[in-house]
């Protein structure tokens, strides 16, 4: 019923950018805070920014801060994960997620999950 499906992975190049897209569907959309997550080979789960159900207040990790900028569309059920600079260590999976709850950077609060669009950032 409830699905959330991410769009704009591939391979890009150290030092370039890029944009990704999740789009929600069978939830109250703008009742969730929407967040990124992403996982590389071997490694855990990592939170990587989320944005409030009002648009507001995005908040970022460290290792991205200031190169990702996230944005949403409650009119269109969607969110936008912009991330600029990237880096080899920035390759993993890229998950979008929908959360109900404050704390953002727990992947546990989040109820939905999309399946994930790999991102591979060439040296």
């Known amino acids: 019923q409830v699905r959330l499906v991410e769009s704009g992975g591939g391979l890009v190049q150290a030092g370039g950018s890029l944009r990704l897209s999740c789009a929600a569907s069978g939830l109250t959309f703008s009742s969730y805070t929407m967040g990124w997550f992403r996982q590389a080979p071997g490694k855990e789960r990592e939170f990587v920014g989320a944005i409030s159900w009002s648009g507001n207040t995005p908040f970022y990790a460290d290792s991205v801060r200031g190169r990702l900028t996230i944005s949403r569309d409650n009119a269109k059920n969607t969110v936008d994960f912009q991330m600029n600079s990237l880096k080899p260590e920035d390759t993993a999976i890229y998950y979008c997620?929908?959360?109900?709850?404050?704390?953002?950077?727990?992947?546990?609060?989040?109820?939905?999950w999309g399946q994930g669009t790999q991102v591979t950032v060439s040296s």
């Open positions: 997620a929908a959360s109900q709850f404050s704390a953002v950077t727990l992947s546990a609060n989040y109820a939905f």
